[in-house]
């Protein structure tokens, strides 16, 4: 038994363990997504091995997108390869049937391994102990893996284990598999499956190995769902090991996945080594990726679940594809990427694991030609990036949205055609990988090219106002997706400034360092020196709403005309000011979904540069923080207040953001976890203990620590990788600076 040191909202937990110590059936959906594992290639939901009515159950490979006719492009739920039923003479085990007599479900975060103790006495009166545990070797990302413990208890029973794959997974009421073939091998099973529409096959085969008892394994070929089974006899205190190892494949990975799949299942190691092989490559990402933290074991344990949650979900393997805003966790958002990678998940990954966030980036740079492509829709030039991508980086925001009131208009969905600033947000996050990793190949082949051509963008996006003499930006939506429809909104035309900054920069580098890569570029983009020229004169005549007497910069123009708004008068609520004022409401008045003004803020602390300063700063958090919904508005905004509130010194501040953005799943905060993971926000932890309570920043070829530890903390320790060099902190309270305990070379700590 494991040793619990605290608990919260029914889990118990310690450093490296989260567990469940009583099963809910009214939290069934959030603690699914709460028990995700995954490999960074398959994620796969916390449903149960057995089955429960009105599960959510779900995996999810990155890349296997297929459309819901005429709707909408979704990742496509996977068929299941969990299923492995217990029938006890005769009696199908289920936690909703029979007696649970005990119960426990643990994730252990440093192992990647998900298990379940169950005690059941059956309708019939036999008592027997079931162990489940699940993983998704991070060793080879092909391979899934499930083993069942059976123990009768003071009795003996005839048993029976199945072992299926289920080719009729559902995205809630939708099935995208088109069922091609299926099989048996002498010990194992195979499916073959093919989605609707985007025409991805995928090979799955299964095998069950016995031990602990004496049995024959037997085959079904029911269509759609090949199952294995084995039946034994056990005797009291006799424990019987099922092990079900999977393999999976698809025609994004292989030319025939199903032989692959096939092929692979032959060549599979026994369990433990699968397993030890399994820990070993945890152990490693952990010791580049870990935050330790003493003196507070929920924060630690929330710390390390949330980067759990990131290194499953970041590709190691294909630079196709990203991190959806769920992750690979549950059905929210369909599996599309947002600006979320970029800003809120991508720095962890740049910091801990470049290889990874290369990856992401690249995905970018694959998906150009769909954001060239919705430019030229909108009657633009260059690369405008869809708001929401899938595969191909063609824009798959729905354009309309279905009320709850049947009676009721549909909702028009502005950001797909509004909400234009994640093409800066996608050369802020290049720009600052290349920062941090001095990846001059990546920034040449790649980076160069998305910069650059999402400058083009933006030159023929702005306009001149020859009354006023400068170029504004109208009809957007900034960060703050309460307010539609606005003119010169301060984020997006400063990250717009910043962007041409960077372009600028970025054309004169190519030119000296690889001039026939410039010369390309030239011409397949029409780059010309009066187009830098352009560039250069937007920079210089762009309007920013920033007041030098007060030092207050107004979020958009007309803002401060907006009815003013006491958040404290709504309290206490359940819902986000938008459900509580409607639409047109929130646009009336000044209240925030999330952070704007500060979080423009946030992204010039970077590089300190304007607006950021303490100043600036302290004048906009005392505007613009108490006008945020911040409880119920976005995730992704605690975790920034948390960053800036360490800025001001407002530690107690700072802790209470950072631990709502922490608690946001673990505690389903908001009532939506179900939907799977806020990978936004997971990010946004690390961001805000690494730049908030470490107070990290980088000064030439070293990052420096100013910490600002919350009370209770004794300790925090971390690594980041910065310029070829892994730097380790050791941070104590009051301790002004954190000494680079190591500075080791990259590749002595890679091998």
């Known amino acids: 038994m494991m040793d619990v040191m605290g608990g919260f909202q029914g889990f118990g937990y310690e450093q490296w363990m989260l567990v469940e110590g009583q099963f809910v059936a009214e939290k069934l959906h959030s603690l699914e997504t709460v028990f995700t594992i995954g490999n960074g290639y398959v994620g796969t939901r916390g449903g149960f091995e057995e089955g429960y009515p009105r599960g959510w159950s779900a995996t999810l490979i990155h890349g296997v997108y297929d459309d819901v006719p005429v709707v909408y492009t979704e990742l496509a739920n996977c ?75 003071g009795c003996a029973a005839g048993i029976e284990v199945q072992g299926s794959i289920n080719g009729y997974s559902e995205n809630q009421g939708f099935n995208h598999w088109e069922l091609l073939n299926q099989g048996k091998e002498d010990k194992g099973i195979w499916l073959q499956v093919r989605t609707r529409s985007s025409r991805i096959e995928l090979g799955m085969a299964c095998e069950m190995r016995v031990s602990g008892a004496e049995t024959v394994l037997e085959t079904s070929m029911v269509p759609g769902y090949p199952t294995l089974s084995a039946q034994f006899s056990a005797v009291s205190g006799q424990t019987v090991t099922v092990d079900k190892l999977v393999t999976v494949f698809t025609s994004r990975d292989v030319e025939n996945p199903v032989n692959e799949a096939r092929g692979k299942l032959e060549e599979l190691w026994e369990w433990s080594v699968l397993l030890d092989n399994h820990k070993k490559a945890w152990d490693d990402v952990w010791e ?302 000044q209240v925030l979904k999330q952070p704007d003004v500060l979080m423009l803020l946030y992204l010039m602390r970077q590089s300190q540069e304007f607006p950021y300063d303490a100043e600036t700063l302290q004048k906009n958090w005392d505007y613009y923080a108490p006008r945020t919904d911040i409880t119920y508005g976005s995730s992704l905004g605690p975790a920034i207040h948390a960053i800036l509130a360490s800025d001001l010194n407002k530690t107690a501040e700072a802790y209470e953001r950072f631990m709502q953005a922490a608690m946001v799943d673990l505690e389903d905060v908001r009532g939506n976890a179900a939907d799977g993971i806020h990978g936004a926000s997971a990010g946004g932890i690390w961001q805000a203990v690494i730049f908030g309570f470490g107070g990290i920043q980088f000064v030439g070829d070293q990052p420096i620590a100013n910490p600002h530890l919350p009370p209770g903390w004794t300790r925090l320790k971390f690594k980041l990788h910065w310029r070829g060099k892994w730097h380790e902190f050791d941070l104590h309270p009051f301790v002004e600076t954190g000494e680079v305990i190591t500075s080791t070379s990259l590749s002595s700590l890679s091998q």
Request: hydrophobic letters at 40%; charged letters at 30%; a negative charge.
């Open 288 to 589: 580049k990726s870990d935050i330790a933290i003493e003196g507070d074991i929920k924060a630690q344990l929330a710390v390390r679940y949330n980067l759990f949650q990131l290194l499953i979900a970041g590709s190691k393997f294909d630079d196709r594809v990203s991190i959806p805003a769920k992750t690979l966790s549950g059905f929210g958002y369909r599996g599309h990427v947002f600006w979320d990678t970029e800003i809120f998940i991508l720095p962890f990954f740049i910091y801990t694991q470049p290889a990874i966030a290369r990856n992401l980036l690249t995905y970018r740079y694959r998906t150009l030609a769909g954001a060239r492509r919705k430019a030229v829709h909108y009657g633009y030039k260059g690369a405008m990036y869809a708001w929401e991508s899938a595969d191909t980086g063609d824009e798959v925001t729905p354009r309309w949205a279905m009320p709850n009131d049947p009676y009721a208009d549909d909702i028009r969905i502005w950001c797909r055609d509004r909400e234009i600033h994640i093409s800066a947000d996608i050369a802020y996050g290049a720009w600052f990988y290349w920062q941090a990793t001095k990846d001059d190949e990546w920034m040449r082949d790649c980076g160069a090219e998305i910069i650059l051509d999402t400058a083009i963008f933006w030159m023929s996006r702005v306009e001149w106002n020859p009354k006023q003499e400068r170029y504004e930006l109208r009809e957007v939506i900034g960060a703050d997706e309460y307010h539609e429809h606005v003119n010169n909104n301060a984020f997006t035309n400063r990250m717009v400034q910043w962007h041409l900054q960077r372009a600028i920069f970025i054309y004169e580098w190519l030119g000296k360092e690889f001039p026939e890569k410039a010369a390309e570029l030239e011409q397949k983009l029409q780059l010309t020196p009066e187009r830098s020229d352009r560039w250069q004169d937007i920079v210089q005549n762009i309007w920013i709403l920033y007041d030098e007497s007060t030092k207050i910069i107004e979020q958009f123009e007309g803002f401060f005309q907006l009815e003013d708004i006491n958040l404290n008068d709504y309290e206490p609520r359940t819902k986000s000011m938008q459900a509580i004022l409607g639409i047109e409401g929130g646009n009336k008045r």
């Open 79 to 153: 068929p299941d390869w969990l299923p492995l039923l217990v029938v006890v003479d005769g009696e199908r085990f289920g936690l909703d049937k029979g007696e649970v007599l005990s119960y426990r479900r643990q994730l252990d975060l440093r192992r990647g391994v998900l298990s379940r103790y169950v005690r059941w006495r059956s309708p019939g009166g036999k008592i027997i102990d079931i162990l489940f545990e699940r993983f998704a070797s991070f060793a080879d990302k092909h391979v899934l893996g499930v083993r069942c413990q059976v123990t009768p208890v």
